[in-house]
Structure formats: C-alpha cells, structure tokens
Nanobody
Framework: QVQLAESGGGLVQAGGSLRLSCEAS????????MGWFRQGPGKDRERVAS????????DYTDSVKGRFAIPRDNAKNTVYLQMNSLKPEDTAVYYC???????????WGQGTQVTVSS
C-alpha cells in the first residue's frame, strides 16, 4: 500500500512558477512509476508528466513540454512537478499517482489546486 500526499498548489500569475511535491509513504516508492495528472474545469483528467521508477525515462504531454519537469528523489520518497511559464489554461486540480505504470496508476493522492490568473 502506498499513500500519496501532494502539496505546493496555489494561485500564481501567468508567466510565474510553482513546484508541486508528492510525498509517498511506504518502503517501495522506488519501485513505482510516478505521474502527475490534472483535471481542469469542465475537462477530462489528463496525464501531464510521468517518470519511470529509476528516473531515467520521463514523458510529458505536448502542452507542457519545455515548461514542466518531473524530477524524483527516491531517498526522500518524493516526486516533484516543477511548473514554469504558467498559463491560465494550466489551471486545474493536480493529482499525483503511482503504479507499475502511469497508464492505470494504482494509487492516487487527494489533489492540489493550481490557479493561474491572467
């Protein structure tokens, strides 16, 4: 069992930056792929970024490439989402997830709100 707790959301102006953190409980954190998902108002949930258990492989949805990064620190059981050059369309609830893969994660955090004002 893995429990995930996100933090770092908030209100930021367009062009600004935020860093989300997701701390995991459990001793097997470094065996899971990790992902960040988001769901904006009236939109379906989408996967924003993912990282393999080793940290070697990452993947990003096209709309955030070059602006977001998903580093992980296995020693701290934490994965981050560094978000730069934020846009109003990035406004959403952001969720951290873990699993064998990030196509169908097994574990989810409670979500953290990110609001980008124009």
């Amino acid at each position: 069992q893995v429990q995930l707790a996100e933090s770092g959301g908030g209100l930021v102006q367009a062009g600004g930056s935020l860093r989300l953190s997701c701390e995991a409980s459990g001793r097997t954190f470094n065996s899971y792929a990790m992902g960040w998902f988001r769901q904006g108002p009236g939109k379906d949930r989408e996967r924003v970024a993912s990282i393999s258990w080793s940290g070697i492989s990452t993947d990003y949805t096209d709309s955030v490439k070059g602006r977001f990064a998903i580093p992980r620190d296995n020693a701290k059981n934490t994965v981050y989402l560094q978000m730069n050059s934020l846009k109003p369309e990035d406004t959403a609830v952001y969720y951290c997830a873990a699993g064998v893969n990030t196509i169908r994660p097994e574990y989810w955090g409670q979500g953290t709100q990110v609001t980008v004002s124009s």
